[in-house]
């Protein structure tokens, strides 16, 4: 098979393991050498609602989990009032479980993704850009550090207008390292946290397109999505649209390139420039050199945890935004699968799964706060052998009830416990039955 040519890590090196000096970080000369901040340059050429335009048309879909279209977010806001700051927050919490796809950029290529914030900032007219890093990304803030104070050295940002004075509007990039949670990771949680408060999601609407970080409109994009942006100046639409796939129930478009990380039990695991749309068998066998030991599959967390499982048999699933659709999951996520071989213990999975999301839930929510816990001590009693089934029954209507798509929460954290102990249970339902006794009725009722 001819794998095909990278776009967004077309810089990017390979590092030895462990090597966390910065030498093998693109500098602003490599990134300019190689044709970087051309995109900036033609974006500037154009009004900001034909960046936006170009944006929509490309329908470049978010990348941060929820894949709703960045052009469409950005078409959002407000006219411009002139009362205060307008903000871009760039979200690069990736504190989901598996997903290490946005550290890779900001590893290597953070010059890519400040081309991206610079370009977003013009098309929608923000003047403050945050980067909201995940408080463990040590390396990762010094390398983004230097790369601002570069961009900021080269006029790209600061006082004097984007670029060197090129365009009049001025912008201010600073990077924020969260305290860490992964609750901060959800937009408004974010926002919360940026103004330095607790990391508790707003109830939406108002969204943050309208009142975002300190009341003022403000867009929040993910690492990828906004590194996406230079490409699709410089390339254009027509050549976004010829990769990746178009919608198999008649919706959205997934095209693009897009970065998938794949950990577990294959042999090569590591982040991987795909078109949307590439199977997830393809990953496997093409990309990371197969199931290791030689094993087979059992099954994969979809795209981050909070997305559920795909089964045995779903193998040969699309990596596309109709994941969810055609698979049962919640959807695409951030496309980063663990890969299962024949000897995992799915009970084991879901209750190591459960108790993640229970740590991390804020509390604002009942079914959320309590629910998690429930959920967590039910897998843990079905895990040791002490459970019956009606406790198996009770762990599917517990999670069934509780997150954003059911209308009982305030963010989708708890979605996230829903579907990963409901796909779980359903897709591999005799390994939990095996581990449950039969309930206890008495002899009188069941006489009746
Ligand atoms: C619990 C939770 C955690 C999230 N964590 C992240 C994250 O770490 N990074 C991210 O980009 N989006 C995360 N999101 C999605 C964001 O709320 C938001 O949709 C996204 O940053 C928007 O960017 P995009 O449109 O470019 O994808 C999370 C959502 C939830 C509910
Ligand atoms: S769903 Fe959970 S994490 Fe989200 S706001 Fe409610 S309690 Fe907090």
Avoid at 14 to 31: A, F, I, K, M
Avoid at 68 to 87: E, H, I, M, N, Q
Avoid at 357 to 372: L, Y
């Amino acid at each position: 098979m001819t794998l095909p040519e990278p776009v967004l890590t077309k810089r990017i090196p390979c590092y030895p393991h462990g090597d966390t000096s910065l030498r093998h970080v693109v500098t602003y000369q490599e990134y300019v050498a190689t044709g970087g901040y051309k995109a900036l340059e033609s974006a500037l050429d154009m009004e900001p609602t034909q960046v936006i335009a170009l944006v929509k048309d490309a329908v470049l879909r978010g990348r941060g989990g929820a894949g709703f279209p960045a052009g469409l977010k950005w078409s959002f806001l407000p006219t411009v009032d002139g009362v205060g700051s307008r903000y871009l927050c760039v979200n690069c919490d990736e504190a989901e479980p598996g997903t290490f796809k946005d550290r890779l950029l900001v590893d290597f290529d953070p010059h890519l993704v400040l081309e991206g914030i610079a370009i977003a900032c013009h098309a929608c007219q923000l003047d403050v850009a945050y980067f909201f890093i995940r408080g463990e990304y040590h390396h990762q803030a010094r390398v983004l550090e230097r790369a601002i104070q570069e961009a900021y050295a080269a006029g790209i940002f600061g006082m004097q207008g984007l670029m060197r004075g090129k365009s009049k509007f001025a912008v201010e990039c600073h990077l924020h390292r969260s305290a860490g949670a992964y609750i901060c990771g959800e937009e408004t949680g974010l926002l919360e946290a940026l103004e330095g408060k607790r990391g508790w999601p707003r109830v939406k609407p108002p969204f943050p397109a309208v009142k975002g970080l300190f009341g003022r409109p403000t867009i929040v994009n993910n690492v990828e999505t906004l590194a996406a942006v230079p490409p699709i100046i410089e390339r254009g639409t027509a050549w976004w649209k010829s990769i990746g796939v178009e919608s198999r129930f008649g919706g959205m478009p997934s095209w693009g390139p897009k970065l998938m990380g794949v950990s577990g039990h294959v042999v090569r695991p590591g982040v991987f420039e795909v078109p949307l749309g590439t199977t997830l068998r393809s990953l496997v066998d093409d990309w990371c050199g197969g199931m290791r030991g030689g094993k087979r599959f059992k099954g994969a967390i979809a795209g981050g945890v909070s997305m559920g499982v795909l089964g045995t048999d779903q193998f040969d699933a699309a990596m596309d935004f109709d994941i969810g659709r055609a698979c049962d999951v919640l959807g695409l996520g951030t496309a980063c699968p663990t890969i299962f071989d024949e000897d995992t213990d799915m009970v084991a999975v879901a209750r190591n799964c459960a108790r993640f999301f229970m740590n991390e839930s804020c509390g604002q929510c009942t079914p959320c706060r309590e629910g998690s816990g429930w959920v967590y001590k039910l897998l843990l009693r079905i895990e040791q052998g002490d459970a019956t089934t009606s406790d198996l029954d009770l762990l599917v209507e517990v999670a069934s009830s509780m997150g954003l798509s059911e209308g009982t929460t305030i963010c989708g954290l708890a979605d996230g416990t829903n579907w990963i102990v409901r796909t779980i249970v359903s897709k591999f339902r005799s390994e939990f039955e095996r581990r449950v006794k039969p309930t206890f009725v008495p002899l009188h009722v069941a006489a009746r």
